[in-house]
Nanobody, 124 residues
Framework: VQLQASGGGLVQAGGSLRLSCAAS????????VGWFRQAPGKEREFVAA???????YYTDSVKGRFTISGDNAKSLVYLQMNSLRPEDTAVYYC???????????????????WGQGTQVTVSS
């Protein structure tokens, strides 16, 4: 499985971006996909996940601002990011693993397949 994340960029605080995660070699149908981010000098942290194409999960700091969704026909998973803040600045990664269990969706070490990351920079 190869993943490619895209859609990052530079945006002012309060703005929006939509990230996309594309899969090749496998569809996202009923797969769990997670978005993580890593800021300089910090550990990679969980942002959001869509569990087997259904339920969604978010870290508290993005609830109400970010939305994860999937387009199974296109093998794409999106992360719509609204009301962006400077502290959202990071490299964003998408990840998937066909064997992940629900209790592990927030743990980056539980994912086997990763995209290359896309930079999101939010200016104040």
């Amino acid at each position: 499985v190869q993943l490619q994340a895209s859609g990052g960029g530079l945006v002012q605080a309060g703005g929006s971006l939509r990230l996309s995660c594309a899969a090749s070699g496998r569809t996202f149908s009923r797969q769990t996909v997670g978005w993580f981010r890593q800021a300089p000098g910090k550990e990679r942290e969980f942002v959001a996940a869509i569990w087997r194409g259904g339920n969604t999960y978010y870290t508290d700091s993005v609830k109400g601002r970010f939305t994860i969704s999937g387009d199974n026909a296109k093998s794409l998973v999106y992360l719509q990011m609204n009301s962006l803040r400077p502290e959202d600045t990071a490299v964003y990664y998408c990840a998937t693993d066909p064997n992940i269990i629900l209790s592990s969706v927030r743990m980056f070490r539980s994912y086997k397949y990763w995209g290359q990351g896309t930079q999101v920079t939010v200016s104040s």
